[in-house]
Structures are given as C-alpha cells and as structure tokens.
C-alpha cells in the first residue's frame, strides 16, 4: 500500500495549483482521505478531508482555507486531488495525503493509517 502526493513546485502568490495524491496497492474510492501540511518550523496541520465514495462522499475544508482550497476525487484515475487558488506566502509547506484506516469512513476519519510521501509547495515572488 503505498500513497504518492504529487504536483507541488513554485508558484507565485496569487497563482494556482492542483496536487493529486495516487494509490498503489489500494482503491481509494473506499477510503476517506486527508490533506495535511506541514509548514518549516511548524506542526503538521490538516488542510481538508474527503469521505469515502461509500458515503455521501462529504469534502471539509479548515475554516482558514475555505473558498481558496477544493479537495476532490476521480475515481476512475484512483487519485485525489487538492485545488489550490490564489495561493499565498504562508501556504509554503509540503504537503502529504493520507488514507483512512477503516474502509467506507467519513470525514474525519477516526484514525488516518496511511500516509505518502509529501510534495513541496513553495509560494514565492
């Protein structure tokens, strides 16, 4: 079982990005699955959560990212995506997905198990 974040690199502020975390060894669709990230010097912050396809498929976003962040997923491709618009200097961290440890969970999910290898998003000018 193995989750892949990809899709960071350096960005503008004000620009967009879109990050997809893919699964090897797993369905995703089964799974609820989280955006976390984790910023130099700081702790490790969730950033949004989708519910597994198995309930009504619910996404949360934290309160401070609403209207700038959308966590989606495409099934078919087996990928989970995290949209990000007009990114800003303090959203710079790597950013990790990680997968529910129990099958058919909502968000959140009582225990994340799984958890990939992090991508680097760095906003500057």
């Known amino acids: 079982v193995q989750l892949q974040a990809s899709g960071g690199g350096l960005v503008q502020p004000g620009g967009s990005l879109t990050l997809s975390c893919a699964a090897s060894?797993?369905?995703?669709?089964?799974?609820?699955i989280g955006w976390f990230r984790q910023a130099p010097g700081k702790e490790r912050e969730g950033v949004s959560c989708?519910?597994?396809?198995?309930?009504?498929?619910?996404?949360y976003v934290v309160d401070s990212l609403k209207g700038r962040f959308t966590v989606s997923r495409d099934n078919a491709k087996n990928t989970v995506y995290l949209q990000m618009n007009s990114l800003k200097f303090e959203d710079t961290a790597v950013y990790y997905c990680?997968?529910?440890?129990?099958?058919?969970?909502?968000?959140?999910?009582?225990?994340?198990?799984?958890w990939g290898q992090g991508t680097l998003v760095t906003v500057s000018s």
């Open positions: 990680a997968a529910s440890r129990r099958l058919g969970d909502s968000c959140p999910p009582v225990q994340y198990a799984y």
């Open positions: 060894g797993f369905t995703l669709r089964y799974y609820a």
């Open positions: 989708i519910s597994s396809s198995d309930t009504d498929g619910s996404t």
